[in-house]
């Protein structure tokens, strides 16, 4: 069993940055990919991005190539999305999710744990 905890959400001004983090309680944290996903009101859940168990390996959602950063800390039990030049179609609940294989995936389907979520409104 592993729980996920989001922070760092909040209200930005467009073109601002954020930093989300998510920890991790249980074991073998090393052993599973993790992801962020969000989901923007009336809309379904959406990848963003991935980072494989060991952390050499990362995916991101178009939208969020270039702009956005996966990274994580095995030693510390977190994973971290940090986000630059936020525009309004960024504003959702961001999801952290852990799936038990090595390998990220862009779909919820493949995710067994979620988060509660953060919320990220950005504002004109």
């Known amino acids: 069993q592993v729980q996920l905890v989001e922070s760092g959400g909040g209200l930005v001004q467009a073109g601002g940055s954020l930093r989300l983090s998510c920890v991790a309680s249980?074991?073998?944290?090393?052993?599973?990919?993790m992801h962020w996903f969000r989901q923007a009101p009336g809309k379904e859940r959406e990848f963003v991005a991935g980072?494989?168990?060991?952390?050499?390996?990362?995916i991101y959602a178009d939208s969020a190539k270039g702009r956005f950063t996966i990274s994580r800390d095995n030693a510390k039990n977190t994973v971290a999305l940090q986000m630059n030049s936020l525009n309004f179609a960024d504003t959702a609940e961001y999801f952290c999710?852990?799936?038990?294989?090595?390998?990220?995936?862009?779909?919820?389907?493949?995710?067994?744990?979620w988060g509660k979520g953060t919320l990220i409104t950005v504002s004109s």
């Open positions: 980072i494989s168990a060991s952390g050499g390996r990362t």
């Open positions: 999710a852990a799936r038990p294989w090595g390998t990220p995936s862009t779909s919820s389907r493949d995710m067994v744990y």
């Open positions: 249980g074991r073998a944290f090393s052993v599973y990919a």
